[in-house]
């Protein structure tokens, strides 16, 4: 509580911004991400690999693309969104009047406090993959902003979803350690904190999701992106060409479970290289030795802590030295046998992709990616610190932190999307997936497992399949879309011989209120 009573005054007394409205967060399934991604790979910007963006930061890109574009010939897509990314972040009007922006949003002022307010409605039919039925629901995220002054801001967001009640949805069930139904009716708590930003610095604290490296909205290797919100204290520092962020975290209450990280990252002309280290531990609170943005978590947990606290290492590189291409890639060491002690395995991961665009005449825009963890990742000698939401309780609704689907296991995925109107997306995707025994987060037993078992292990759940889609985004942040897959099992869940197909489909109705 001090520590929070000591960051409350220094918002309530941070100096004038540059900005007279919005140092929010941009939530990572906003569009303007996939937008400002294309101009990246086109040579008209370098995007930063630690997200969210503030609006502040979204502001600085889109200026920066904006003189590459005098004189640019521009395919239909890309001028479409370069306009909608000038009306959400750049105009004048944007920048001091919400409800004048793409995504508009009611607002009100009243001498030091401006208020926001954001509503949508969905509706969307689907079946999952390997499902029996389909199912219908509606669905909403109601946010809502208030600015204190001129540089701090609350954001807070609600995930609601009306459906069929059975299963995880039944009444009084719980599909997460976050969700409870209750007449068919589930509602997540994905967003609430408070912010303060300069014009280099950033302070956070409350729930918000974090992605560190180039990787996608599944997350990185070593933090959950969209897939799951950390409570947490943190901080971004900018100076020159260089960004630092921290944070720490709880991720459950009892028992305790804790997660602590810290990222510096560099640009290098149109190259990001970050190096990041994380945490996880357990029983102790907030720990101000991993609170400590420049310091060393491996060397201090080792003459400090005990080894029951378990540090992962990650590095990774983005360029687009060359117009039109983006390639990436990132490494993830939970543990290496630098000296090749007997007995003991690897535990690493790796993912590598690339964003390519042609750009005319149709926008066209190709992505691949590769993804593989190493069995044993993400475990460590006591299961509470596996690198696990909740209570590190996969089969009861806890999410993988990082690496998804997890260990054992390794997936790929290309897909391409054209445009053949400026608001009309077409895509189709080729993806596969092959996941060991070792995907439920086992850890490593000397003297009783084989340090270095076939790769994945055991019986082994293989998928392979396509989807293809369609998009049509109307006025505003509106649009009306459409997606079906087919897939091919083998070996469903590690069980031999079950080899199922699957059809599964998706149609959503998304409609901007404001």
């Known amino acids: 509580m001090r520590v929070l009573a000591t960051i409350s005054l220094v918002l309530l007394l941070a100096p004038r911004a540059l900005y007279a409205v919005g140092h929010e967060r941009i939530p990572l399934d906003s569009w303007a991400y996939r937008a400002v991604e294309r101009f990246e790979a086109l040579g ?30 521009l395919s239909a897509r890309d001028g479409y969104e370069l306009d909608r990314l000038r009306q959400e972040f750049t105009s004048a009007n944007a920048i001091s009047d919400p409800r004048a922006r793409y995504d508009r949003a009611l607002f009100g002022a009243d001498s030091l406090v401006a208020v926001e307010a954001d509503f949508d409605l969905r509706g969307f039919a689907e ?38 009640e059975h299963g995880d949805r039944a009444d009084d069930h719980k599909p997460s350690r976050r969700t409870k139904s209750f007449d068919g009716l589930t509602a997540e708590f994905d967003r609430s904190y408070v912010s303060a930003v300069w014009s280099q610095v950033e302070l956070v604290a409350g729930r918000d999701h974090v992605q560190w490296g180039p990787s996608d909205v599944e997350g990185g290797l070593i933090t959950p992106g969209l897939r799951y919100g950390i409570d947490q204290l943190g901080g971004r520092l900018r100076f020159k060409a260089f960004r630092l962020d921290a944070f720490q975290g709880q991720l459950f209450g009892e028992p305790e ?12 002309g149109r190259t990001v290289v970050g190096v990041s280290e994380t945490v996880l531990y357990n029983s102790r609170g907030l720990d101000m030795l991993y609170f400590l943005p420049l310091a060393w978590f491996y060397a201090n947990q080792f003459n400090e802590r005990t080894n029951d606290d378990n540090v992962l290492w990650a590095v990774d590189v983005k360029t687009n030295a060359v117009d039109g291409l983006t390639l990436y890639g990132s490494v993830l060491v939970d543990d290496f046998q630098f000296e090749r ?13 690339f964003r390519w665009v042609p750009d005319r005449p149709l926008g066209l825009t190709i992505r691949g990616r590769y993804r593989r963890v190493d069995l044993y990742t993400y475990s460590h000698v006591d299961s509470l610190s596996m690198y696990v939401s909740g209570a590190g ?85 509106s649009w009306i879309a459409a997606t079906y897959a087919h897939a091919s099992a083998s070996n469903r869940s590690n069980i031999s011989g079950n080899d199922p197909k699957t059809d599964a489909f998706r149609l959503e109705l998304r409609w901007d209120i404001p």
């Not at 007995?343 to 993912?351: E, T």
Request: hydrophobic residues 40%; contains cysteine.
């Open 127 to 164: 079946r999952v993959p390997f499902g029996e039925e389909e199912e219908y629901f509606a669905a909403s995220a109601p946010s809502a902003k208030i600015h204190l002054g001129e540089r701090v801001t609350y954001d807070v967001r609600y995930q609601l979803v009306f459906g069929p």
């Open 341 to 353: 002690e007997a007995g003991f395995p690897d535990k690493l991961a790796f993912d590598a992709g």
């Open 393 to 477: 309780d996969l089969a009861g609704g806890d999410v993988l932190l990082g690496g998804v689907p997890g260990p054992d296991a390794d997936t790929w995925r290309v897909d391409a999307e054209v445009f053949p109107r400026a608001n009309v997306a077409l895509s189709a995707g080729w993806f596969g997936a092959r996941i060991g025994e070792g995907r439920d987060v086992r850890g490593f037993e000397q003297g009783v497992d084989d340090k270095n078992p076939p790769f994945p292990s055991g019986v082994v759940d293989e998928t392979v399949g396509f989807d293809v889609g369609a998009r049509y985004e109307l006025r505003g942040d």
């Open 44 to 73: 008209w910007c370098t995007l930063p690999e630690d997200r969210p963006f503030t609006r502040d930061e979204f502001i600085r890109l889109v200026r920066a693309i904006d003189t590459r574009a005098p004189g640019a010939a």
């Open 257 to 268: 479970r804790w997660m602590a990280g810290h990222r510096l990252e560099g640009r290098f």
